[in-house]
């Protein structure tokens, strides 16, 4: 007869260690990253129409669909996670999410960003969900706050960043298909670095804390 481990329990009273710290940074880098590519959106298309790419009312539907495919991402990741996991559902929301910023690196024009905008939406809502529900199972209740805090400090230090880069490169370069090599660059480092959690991060099978029991 198998024994039922309480592994929420065990997790609750783990003292904060280096495998917290890994799991923070893992799921941090994601979650700035996706607040950049959420920010980064206002210099791209103030170059697209400088550049004549898109017209106004092409770029009031690529906020919307952006929107429109994170709250999708976000509402449908919930519900996978829970049945096949977080660290799967991380990998396919990167896989998407890299998939179509390469499709929108080679966009031959603005009806195909749109679409791969959308797409990048789905992966960017996904991030959201997965990034705070990880760090909520791993870390103790008595400093849950205060990592949930940094978490979110995090994300919003993407906006700076955005600002900076936006005016380093997008004057230079082809302000679109640079962002979307970033984002591409961004989520296959991301697979790399959550394919080796599972050996660095505590998550492999050998001594990984038991999922939390529901």
């Known amino acids: 007869m198998a024994m039922s481990v309480n592994a929420g329990a065990r997790l609750d009273r783990l003292p904060i260690s280096s495998f917290h710290y890994r799991i923070f940074a893992l799921v941090g880098a994601g979650m700035f990253f996706d607040g950049y590519d959420l920010y980064v959106a206002g210099g791209v298309l103030a170059a697209t ?81 997965v990034g705070y529900s990880t760090m909520t199972e791993f870390v103790p209740p008595k400093t849950r706050g205060r990592w949930l805090a940094l978490m979110a400090f995090v994300v919003v230090a993407g906006f700076p960043a955005t600002a900076i880069l936006g005016y380093l490169i997008i004057p230079a370069w082809a302000g679109g298909r640079c962002s979307s090599s970033l984002a591409l660059a961004r989520s296959s480092s991301g697979i790399y670095a959550r394919t080796s959690q599972n ?15 529901h």
Do not use: H
């Open 49 to 129: 129409i400088q550049t004549n790419f898109s017209t106004l009312p092409q770029n009031l539907q690529f906020l919307s669909l952006t929107f429109v495919g994170m709250t999708l991402g976000s509402l449908i990741t919930g519900f996978v996670g829970d049945k096949m996991g977080r660290r799967f559902t991380y990998q396919i929301n990167l896989l998407v999410f890299g998939l179509a910023s390469l499709a929108a690196a080679f966009a031959q024009d603005m009806t195909q960003l749109i679409v791969c905008r959308f797409i990048q939406g789905l992966g960017l809502g996904a991030e959201i969900v």
């Open 199 to 213: 050996r660095r991060a505590g998550w492999s099978r050998k001594g990984a804390p038991p999922r939390r029991k």
